[in-house]
């Protein structure tokens, strides 16, 4: 039996602590297991096990099979080369479990309003359990013959009572709200049977309630609201952070109005990689269900047309008719809003205009597709940057565009704002093909940093040191459009990459290999390549730093990329990033190498010169 102290506030503390550490433990041993659209077992028990969680709860986070989930872990952290212990064994040995907990079955976390809108809310963590009374037996219960007793869970105090198949954990000081949690009769599998495949396909999922979700929302334009209003009478650098703000706010007045379910989730397939993916669903009838109608999926045609090699980033977007006026005016609200505070503004009118003029410049564009190359040493990071956009007919997008240009320029010509810099538009011919050279000069852009020799050396990365940006533009066939940044070879190259028609940018071994644990029929897919990503950063030291600043890393090996994609239909948007096994298993490699060279530092095994391992 337990002796009882006065509950100070370290006591408290130490309870929520000891509560949290539980609910932390218990789900950092679940991650995901099943290939892409699997579903996995016991699927069915996910979804009916909410009904144990009072319809009340703002969120919850779903875990399925703890001794699964332990053992895809644990294939994660080989691939990594990492000595990470059992999850499972972690929370049991902290929480002094031997018996008792069913490691098969569905774990639970809740989260609950509290007894007032001040006071803080209530964290409830349902442990599955094969026997309750043994199981609490090994927390040294007060009094197991109560519906609610408070447990000692290594120096800490807790309240627990049963439910079912669950023992329900709570703080300490909470006994009478955990009773009511464990009392109520009206569960959520109802309320999130619309969100059931999908949480079903994870091994964790985390799911905001639609009473979760309007508080949140509530308190974020509430924090908003606050802000602005302190940030009112502040000079024009308040009025930007005041029209972002504004912005921010109709973000979320859209997610109350028409979103129903939020969720997040996250699996381990059989090789080991990891899968993190979301899905909102949109009220029926409202504004994001109506806009997201009828909206096809990317071909693959364009990264199909790209050629391979090394890179940073690349990927495929559609880009749907209906939002480019949308998407154009809130491009030019942000620019207006961020460009500072003596840079000349356009006027409603204009600014409108030129919105349009952009708009009008993606008339007939299916969709676009992007490699962003790893740039040449000394030259822009657009030095190896291509790209194809598909098109209703070439031609016409061409003239469409040469025009949007022109009137783009009589409007941004009328002021001096360094953001909104005017093009040269000059017809060319390259090897005999029509082809537009757009020059954009960013020297005034790069004089914003105040004389900032590091900020004026990174703007050169970006633009080149003579501060002009080229941009080359020319049909391919009826329905294509090359372009390249830089250099008009970089174009020719593009073109007859586009018309060779095979070995292109989609066919490599490593992009392929991500590419098959993405969903199909996304609308936006991307990738991301570690190897370019770690070179492009120690170019970046290097420009800011000298050749020495980066260090002597190893090379990080040819790997998949990261892949992403988003899948928007006209009830709901799915989101999925993965991160390949042959990606850890190369990034456990790599640490493995870092490590030797950092060892070998150490001993004096190399000279003082290659010994500066970051």
């Known amino acids: 039996m337990l002796t009882h102290s006065k509950a100070g506030t370290t006591m408290k503390l130490r309870t929520h602590a000891a509560v949290l550490a539980i609910a932390f433990l218990l789900l950092l041993a679940s991650v995901a297991q099943a290939q892409p659209g699997a579903t996995l077992k016991p699927a069915a028990s996910k979804v009916a096990a909410l009904d144990a969680v009072p319809s009340n709860a703002l969120g919850v986070v779903i875990v399925n099979n703890l001794a699964e989930t332990d053992a895809k872990i644990a294939t994660v952290a080989r691939l990594l080369q990492l000595p990470v212990p059992s999850p499972l064994f972690m929370a049991k040995m902290t929480a002094g479990i031997k018996e008792g907990l069913d490691e098969k079955s569905v774990a639970l976390g809740a989260v609950f309003p509290g007894k007032d809108e001040a006071g803080p809310p209530l964290v409830a963590v349902f ?3 094969t026997d309750y009374k043994k199981f609490i037996a090994q927390f040294e219960p007060a009094d197991d013959t109560t519906d609610v007793t408070q447990v000692q869970i290594g120096n800490s105090t807790a309240t627990v009572g049963q439910k079912g198949n669950f023992a329900v954990f709570g703080p300490a000081e909470r006994g009478e709200e955990l009773k009511a949690v464990i009392e109520a009769k009206t569960g959520l599998a109802a309320e999130f049977a619309p969100i059931g495949s999908f949480i079903n396909q994870q091994q964790v999922a985390g799911v905001v309630t639609t009473a979760g979700l309007k508080t949140t929302v509530a308190a974020a334009r509430q924090g908003l609201a606050a802000a602005r209003k302190a940030l009112e009478g502040a000079g024009e650098q ?12 109709e973000l979320f007045k859209v997610l109350e109005s028409d979103v129903t379910h939020l969720a997040i989730g996250s699996r381990i397939d059989k090789e080991g990689g990891v899968h993190l993916t979301s899905r909102s669903i949109f009220k029926k009838g409202g504004s994001l269900a109506k806009a997201s109608q009828g909206i096809k999926p990317a071909s693959g045609e364009g990264l199909a047309k790209l050629a391979p090699g090394p890179f940073l980033f690349a990927g495929e977007f559609v880009i749907p008719a209906e939002w480019m006026s949308g998407m154009m005016q809130w491009s030019m609200e942000m620019m207006q809003t961020t460009s ?7 006027s409603e009118e204009d600014a409108k205009k030129l919105a349009d003029s952009m708009a009008a410049s993606m008339k007939g564009v299916h969709s676009m597709a992007m490699v962003m190359g790893l740039p040449k040493s000394g030259e822009s990071i657009y030095s190896s940057t291509t790209g194809i956009i598909i098109v209703d007919n070439a031609k016409e997008y061409m003239a469409n565009y040469k025009l ?3 009137e783009m320029n009589e409007t941004v010509g009328k002021l001096e704002n360094p953001l909104m810099p005017a093009y040269e538009v000059q017809e060319i011919k390259i090897d005999g093909v029509a082809a537009l050279e757009i020059t954009t000069d960013m020297s005034k852009v790069m004089q914003q940093g105040g004389g900032d020799p590091n900020v004026a050396r990174m703007m050169e990365l970006f633009v080149g040191k003579d501060g ?6 020319a049909p391919v066939d009826e329905t294509t459009i ?33 590419a098959a644990s993405l969903p199909k029929g996304a609308q936006w897919v ?8 770690m070179v492009f950063a120690q170019q970046m030291i290097a420009v800011i730093g000298g050749p020495d600043a980066a260090g002597r890393l190893p090379k990080f090996p040819a790997s998949p990329p990261i892949g992403f994609s988003a899948t928007i239909t006209g009830t709901q948007l799915d989101t999925h990033l993965v991160i390949p096994s042959g990606l850890l298993k190369e990034t456990g490699e790599f640490i493995q190498e870092i490590q030797k060279k950092q060892a070998e530092a150490a001993e004096g095994a190399i000279g003082p010169a290659e010994s500066n391992i970051q």
């Open 526 to 533: 991307g990738y991301l390549s570690p190897e370019g990503v």
């Open 127 to 129: 442990v599955p359990v």
């Open 468 to 473: 002009k940006l080229n941009i080359y533009v």
């Open 482 to 514: 090359a372009l390249a940044y830089v250099s008009k070879e970089q174009l020719t190259k593009t073109i007859a990459a586009a018309k060779a028609g095979s070995a292109g940018f989609a066919t490599d071994s490593n992009v392929a290999a991500t």
């Open 404 to 406: 949007a240009l022109a």
């Open 340 to 346: 500072g505070e003596k840079a000349e503004k356009l």
């Open 238 to 249: 308040g009025k930007m952070a005041l029209n972002a703000f504004a912005m921010y706010d």
